[in-house]
């Protein structure tokens, strides 16, 4: 039983195995994300097909039934006020693309508080006096400064994330070119090889030199 043999084929099924499980889990992600957007889109059609109220609230909580980020209901409801053409789900379309453009602002901010921050803006915009216009212009100032913040960590999150999978995948590429460096032949393994070559042939009887032998002794009386 050659026993390199078989590890060699067992390190080959690892290591294709595990690029094989990577590129199919990154595909799954991508398909699943692309099926959620889908599956909102229906749903919404088919709540305004049947006159459903909605509030822009409502088809967040419906997006994160479908493990949908907040970004993605932008996205679905561009595309369907884009595709569609039936006045009334236009017009709730627009109206829930409104009600989103309204609390982008604060978008990065815990739910819990975006409607206060609607409202008040909505208020300060209303108030006959002209300072209560730039009444929220601090808040509005140190939450920019905490969503940028904010974005900066999920930045760093999201760059950590792709350098532990490349590292996942250096470290499997790696592996395997040192198995292949440990298992070629070395110096010594091809001046052996060379020696063996060159001296074989010299250890093998030579057909003429025996037919030659064979007839001298024939003639010999």
């Given at each position: 039983?050659?026993?390199?043999?078989?590890?060699?084929?067992?390190f080959?099924?690892?290591?294709?195995?595990?690029?094989?499980?990577?590129?199919?889990?990154?595909?799954?992600?991508?398909?699943?994300?692309?099926?959620?957007?889908?599956?909102?889109?229906?749903?919404?059609?088919?709540?305004?097909?049947?006159?459903?109220?909605?509030?822009?609230?409502?088809?967040?909580?419906?997006?994160?039934?479908?493990?949908?980020?907040?970004?993605?209901?932008?996205?679905?409801?561009?595309?369907?006020?884009?595709?569609?053409?039936?006045?009334?789900?236009?017009?709730?379309?627009?109206?829930?693309?409104?009600?989103?453009?309204?609390?982008?602002?604060?978008?990065?901010?815990?739910?819990?508080?975006?409607p206060?921050?609607?409202?008040?803006?909505?208020?300060?915009?209303?108030?006959s006096?002209?300072?209560?216009k730039?009444?929220?212009?601090?808040?509005?100032?140190?939450?920019?400064?905490?969503?940028?913040?904010?974005?900066?960590?999920?930045?760093?999150?999201?760059?950590a994330k792709?350098?532990?999978?490349?590292?996942?995948?250096?470290?499997?590429?790696?592996t395997?070119?040192?198995?292949?460096?440990?298992?070629?032949p070395?110096?010594?393994?091809?001046e052996?090889?060379?020696?063996?070559?060159?001296?074989?042939?010299?250890?093998?009887?030579?057909?003429?030199?025996?037919?030659?032998?064979?007839?001298?002794?024939?003639?010999?009386?």
């Amino acid at each position: 039983m050659d026993f390199d043999k078989i590890f060699n084929y067992i390190f080959l099924v690892i290591y294709v195995g595990g690029l094989s499980v990577f590129f199919v889990v990154m595909a799954k992600l991508v398909i699943d994300k692309r099926k959620a957007r889908h599956e909102l889109k229906q749903n919404l059609l088919e709540k305004f097909k049947a006159a459903i109220p909605l509030s822009i609230n409502d088809v967040i909580n419906m997006a994160k039934g479908a493990d949908l980020a907040r970004p993605s209901v932008g996205k679905c409801l561009n595309q369907l006020l884009s595709a569609t053409n039936d006045p009334v789900t236009f017009g709730e379309l627009q109206r829930l693309t409104a009600e989103l453009e309204k609390e982008e602002p604060f978008d990065d901010l815990p739910e819990e508080v975006k409607p206060s921050l609607v409202r008040l803006t909505e208020l300060c915009d209303a108030s006959s006096v002209k300072s209560d216009k730039y009444l929220l212009s601090p808040v509005q100032k140190t939450l920019g400064t905490y969503v940028e913040l904010k974005a900066e960590v999920e930045k760093n999150r999201t760059k950590a994330k792709w350098l532990n999978i490349a590292g996942i995948v250096s470290l499997i590429v790696g592996t395997w070119s040192f198995y292949l460096t440990w298992k070629s032949p070395d110096v010594k393994d091809i001046e052996a090889a060379v020696k063996r070559a060159v001296s074989s042939p010299s250890q093998e009887p030579n057909p003429a030199v025996q037919g030659t032998l064979r007839d001298k002794a024939a003639q010999r009386p």
